[in-house]
C-alpha cells in the first residue's frame, strides 16, 4: 500500500462546490471487493455504486485514492456512547456528534445502544436518537439497540438492577411506537418468564433479537433461539461459562447457526478466546462491536454510562469502586486492527466481521456491508498502518483526514 500520500486528497475536474456529488469516480483504489483486493476505479452516483471499473475508467468529478485501501463502511450495532456523549442522556445535537466522530473511525451506520433506565428516561433517549436521525438527517443511525430492560439480575453487568423488568410486550409496543418503529435490535435474557414468546412475537414483526446479560440453562437457551433469537450480545460476557456437565446459555449460541458479537478490545475477551470464538463460529458468524461508551475518544477519567459512574484508567471502563467492566473505549478502526493482530490474518478476512456480518444479521446485506453495485456508496479509505483517511456516506465525503 502505497506510504506518499499525508492524509489530504485532490478533487479534479473542477471546483468541489459541496461534499455530496451526483457523481463521482474514486480513482486509483486498492478495494476490497469479494473478499479480495482489487484495483480498480470506483464509480458512485446519487450515493450509489454504479459500477466497478478497471483503473483509467472516469466519470464525472474524480477523487484520487492514491492507491490506498478502499473498505465497506463500518456497521457498529451496539454502542453506547463516544466522544463526550452517552445515548442515555444525549440530546439529537449531541448524537450528530458522535455521528461524525464515528466518521471519523471508519464508521457509517450504528445502533445507538440504550441501556436500562426508567420507562421516561428510555422514551426520552430514544426521541432524541430518532430527532437526530429524521430531523438532522443522520442517516447513518440505522436504527436503535434496546438493551434491557428485560434482563436477568444476577448477570446484570453495569444494568442498574432496581430497573429491570419483566418481559413486558406492552411496554416494549409502547417504546417502539414512541421510536417509530426504529428498535431494530433488543437484548434479552431468555431465562425471564415469557422471553420465549416475546422473541417469536418480535422476531414476527421484524425486531431482531439477541440473548445477553444471562445465566439461562441450555436448554433455555435453545428454546429462545427456536423461537427466533438471531445473536448473543457481547459473547462471553455477562453470561454464563460453559461447563461440560452444564453447557449453557453460551454452549447454545455457539452450536447455534445464529451471530455472536465479539468485543474485539483484547479486554473484553482474551486474544485465544477471541480466536476460539472464530474456530467455532466461522468468520461468517462473529461481529465485532465495540460496545463503546462516552470516553471512547477522549482522556482517562470520571465518566457515565446511564446511571453508573465509570472510571476508565488502562484502557478500560469499570463501574467506580468495582471490577465490573462498563463497555469499552474501543472505535471500529482499532477492532480492526485488533483482529488481525489477534489473528494474523489480512484485513481481507476480517473486514467482513464490521461490515457484511453485521448486515446480514439486520437484513440490510442488499443495501451495505460490501462494494457491490447497486448498494450505498458507504466507504472507508485506509493508509498503510491502517488509520482512517477519509469516510463515504452514501456517497458523501463525511469524513477527511486533515480537513
Known amino acids: 500500500m502505497s506510504s506518499k500520500n499525508n492524509g489530504h486528497f485532490l478533487m479534479h475536474r473542477g471546483k468541489r462546490e459541496d461534499s455530496t456529488m451526483a457523481s463521482l469516480t474514486i480513482i486509483n483504489a486498492r478495494a476490497v471487493i469479494g473478499g479480495a483486493v482489487r484495483k480498480c476505479n470506483l464509480k458512485v452516483v446519487d450515493g450509489k455504486i454504479k459500477g466497478i471499473m478497471p483503473p483509467g475508467d472516469t466519470y464525472g468529478k474524480t477523487f484520487d485514492a492514491r492507491e490506498n485501501l478502499i473498505l465497506p463502511g463500518f456497521i457498529d450495532i451496539h454502542t453506547h456512547g463516544a466522544n463526550g456523549v452517552d445515548f442515555n442522556h444525549a440530546e439529537a445535537k449531541d448524537v450528530r456528534g458522535v455521528r461524525d466522530f464515528f466518521a471519523s473511525q471508519g464508521t457509517t451506520t450504528f445502533l445507538p445502544a440504550i441501556m436500562t433506565d426508567t420507562e421516561e428516561n428510555m422514551l426520552r433517549s430514544i426521541l432524541s436518537v430518532v430527532q437526530a436521525k429524521n430531523t438532522l438527517k443522520c442517516s447513518q443511525i440505522y436504527g436503535i439497540h434496546l438493551e434491557g430492560p428485560f434482563l436477568d439480575a444476577a448477570y446484570k453487568g453495569a444494568m442498574p438492577e432496581e430497573l429491570l423488568q419483566p418481559c413486558s410486550y406492552p411496554l416494549f409496543k409502547r417504546l417502539q411506537d414512541a421510536s417509530g418503529g426504529q428498535i431494530r435490535l433488543i437484548t434479552l435474557s431468555p431465562e425471564l418468564e415469557g422471553a420465549a414468546e416475546l422473541t417469536k412475537r418480535l422476531s414476527m414483526e421484524g425486531v431482531r433479537v439477541s440473548l445477553g446479560h444471562s445465566g439461562a440453562d441450555y436448554e433455555t437457551a435453545v428454546r429462545c433461539i427456536e423461537a427466533g433469537a438471531i445473536s448473543a450480545t457481547h459473547t462471553f460476557n455477562a453470561m454464563k461459562p460453559l461447563h461440560h456437565h452444564a453447557p449453557a446459555i453460551t454452549t447454545a449460541v455457539l452450536e447455534s447457526d445464529g451471530y455472536c458479537e465479539a468485543i474485539c478490545d483484547g479486554k473484553h475477551l482474551h486474544p485465544a ?18 460496545d463503546s461508551m462516552m470516553a471512547a475518544g477522549m482522556r482517562e477519567g470520571i465518566y457515565k454510562l446511564g446511571n453508573n459512574n465509570v472510571v476508565v484508567r488502562g484502557g478500560e471502563a469499570k463501574i467506580m469502586g468495582t471490577d465490573v467492566h462498563a463497555g469499552s473505549i474501543l472505535t471500529t478502526i ?30 440490510i446485506f442488499h443495501r451495505k456491508g460490501s462494494l457491490d453495485v ?20 452514501e456517497g458523501e465525503l463525511l469524513y477527511q483526514a486533515g480537513k
Open 273 to 290: 478466546v477471541f480466536r476460539l470464538l472464530l474456530k467455532t463460529k466461522g468468520l461468517g458468524r462473529v461481529i465485532a462491536v465495540t
Open 334 to 363: 482499532q477492532a480492526l486492527r485488533n483482529m488481525m493482530e489477534f489473528t494474523g490474518l489480512p484485513v481481507e478476512k476480517v473486514v467482513p466481521l464490521l461490515t457484511e456480518n453485521p448486515a446480514r444479521m439486520l437484513g
Open 374 to 393: 447497486g448498494k450505498d456508496a458507504d466507504m472507508v479509505m485506509l493508509d498503510d498502518k491502517y488509520r482512517v483517511l477519509a469516510t463515504f456516506s
